[in-house]
């Protein structure tokens, strides 16, 4: 299993009374391609961000069998940056910084290898998800939103991560733009074999998947209200 | 890449990182330019005078002494009869005796009346004797040798003629005009005030005063003598003298017996008591502006530690975006401090520049006014010392915004 939920409960510090999170059990499994749906506010980000280990939650999560509440957190970071990938509805990038120094960032912090090796990889990436050459040294700013994601599919990618969460990845995009986004992104997690989790309310995207849950199905808070 | 990435932060917010890189310059400016001035100071004071066991004067102030027979700074209150001087001069202990003469000036330099043993014995720094550039010491009643800058700044040769001013007023209207000097000799740079000097023999002096009274020309005085010969030309008076004394245990005794002379009131002073002096006298003045100037820096930091930390608030977003793709909180700890590094170092960088410049630009002005000879490499030990204290003190400010980022990246997104 690439995901294993049990026994999870998260309240937000702040609201210690106020219960965002109760997962019971749940898990994806690998190479699976999984929509999830709900309500805003139903809990989608947080649960990401759980599974991103970014924070924690009772009970046990595990991502490739390694349960995230027992590593510290410099593991739990280092296990983010080389395993997971992330794409976001917006502010996926350093706003300052060019594509290619985006990508190195990520790459930076993962187990890849410096160098030109990196920067060759990089401009391949770049140029599999069709960003022109004069796009790469742009500050990440000047570029459209459309642009803008694919070029955090290509960070996500660098670190060649077995798991990508997309959240929201298509709500600023236009419906063109939408499904080049998708067929792009489907594409390029069954090349890479790649688990695939997308969260969205957008529920003409569960076509592609062939994993499609409600976060109200899994979250006994969801169930409760 | 984390360089780049601190840079590239910095340059994304430039109009609030000019001013916080502004204000650090400035105070970075004053802080290194206090400290500078302050040893340059110091050093040009020590470095004047070196080999002289007592300086002898009339009486008044041990540091006012110092400051007019070597420093050319301020009045003497009163004069030392000639025949004192011999006497003293004379004596078995003292193994040689420069006589100092003052009053005169030419263009707003001071006119050293003196005898040739001043350039025999007379030195600078660590016992370093003077030396000439061109020609020799002077030798016949109208020869002048010229210290290194008056020569520069004048454009003076040898051969060249030039008249005294009674007085040591920049301008002067009471002028030798009869009696013009030769220059006979140039010294080299010495970097203190003999530098700023015109020698002359105490004969020369004695001459061009001839028919002079309470610095006005006696009018319907004789007419100009060609001849100086038959004339006694023996100062009545001189303004100080320098002494070096055979055994330096003896010192104190002999500076004992001039303050106790009978013949007229007299001081002795040891050049570096007297500088002593001065430096505990300087010593509140030095404290209050590097206090000032270490405020000003305090005041900098702070506005720097204001700048990082409204930022982090404004870059919520990308503190999370860096978490996402596996920053740990402490790279977010360290890229604040690099951020605050970056602004130290160009400040320190600008700040240097600016002072190295102002400097140069008023190097001139500081030798012609004061006398000091301040160099513009400021990158001694000291200042060394103090730009570490500096990038100390800035990390320490920037130690609050870089705590607030770190907790934020550890809290995680709530």
Known sequence: MTITIKDAQYCYPSQPRKMVLNISSWSVAEGEKTFLHGPSGGGKSTLLNVLSGLIQTTGSVSVFGQSLNEMSVRHRDKFRAENIGFVFQQFNLISYLDAIDNIKLASAFGSSQGGETLEREIKSLLADLNISVDEWSEPARNLSIGQQQRIAIARALINKPQLLIADEPTSSLDQVNRDIFMSLLMSIVKEHKITLLLVSHDMSLSTHFNSVVSLNEINLVGKQS | ?414
């Open chain 2, 1 to 414: 890449m984390f360089i780049r990435l601190a840079i590239k932060s910095l340059l994304d917010r430039k109009s609030s990182v000019l001013v916080s890189l502004l204000a650090m310059s400035v105070s970075i400016f004053v802080l290194l330019g206090v400290e500078h001035i302050r040893h340059q100071t110091k050093e040009n004071f020590s470095n004047t005078v070196s080999g002289v066991d007592l300086i002898v004067g009339a009486r008044t102030g041990s540091v006012n002494l110092l400051l007019y027979s070597v420093f050319r700074v301020g009045n003497p209150t009163n004069n030392i009869r000639w025949e004192t001087y011999e006497k003293v001069a004379s004596s078995r202990k003292v193994d040689w005796a420069i006589p100092i003469s003052l009053g005169d000036s030419h263009k707003g330099y001071r006119v050293l009346g003196t005898s040739t043993d001043y350039f025999k014995y007379f030195s600078y720094s660590d016992k370093q004797l003077l030396e000439f550039k061109d020609g020799r010491a002077f030798k016949d009643l109208f020869d002048v040798v010229l210290g290194a800058e008056v020569a520069r700044k004048l454009n003076y040769q040898l051969g060249d003629r030039l008249v005294l001013a009674h007085g040591v007023a920049a301008t002067s209207f009471s002028l030798h005009e009869d009696r013009p000097f030769d220059v006979v000799g140039i010294l080299r740079p010495t970097g203190t005030p003999v530098d700023q000097t015109l020698h002359v023999s105490l004969a020369g002096i004695e001459a061009i005063h001839i028919d002079w009274q309470h610095g006005v020309r006696i009018p319907n005085s004789s007419a100009p003598i060609d001849n100086f010969d038959d004339i006694d030309l023996k100062p009545k008076s001189i303004t100080a003298f320098m002494l070096g004394l055979k055994e330096k245990m003896a010192t104190f005794r002999v500076q004992r017996g001039i303050n106790n002379y009978k013949g007229e009131p007299l001081l002795a002073i040891l050049p570096g008591v007297a500088l002593s002096e001065l430096w505990q006298m300087m010593g509140i003045l030095e404290k209050t502006l590097l206090l000032v100037s270490a405020l000003v820096f305090l005041a900098a930091c702070l506005g720097v530690s204001a700048m990082l930390l409204a930022s982090i608030r404004e870059r919520q977003k990308e503190i999370h975006l860096l978490r996402v793709i596996g920053a740990p909180p402490r790279f977010l700890f360290f890229l604040v401090e690099l951020e605050a590094f970056f602004i130290t170092l160009f400040g320190v960088i600008l700040g240097s520049l600016l002072l190295m410049g102002s400097l140069l630009v008023s190097r001139d002005y500081l030798v012609e006014k004061f006398g000091l000879h301040i160099n513009v490499s400021i990158f001694t030990e000291n200042s060394i010392h103090m730009i570490l204290m500096v990038f100390l003190a800035s990390f320490i400010a920037a130690a609050l915004p870089s705590f607030v980022s770190y907790l934020r990246a550890r809290k995680g997104l709530d």
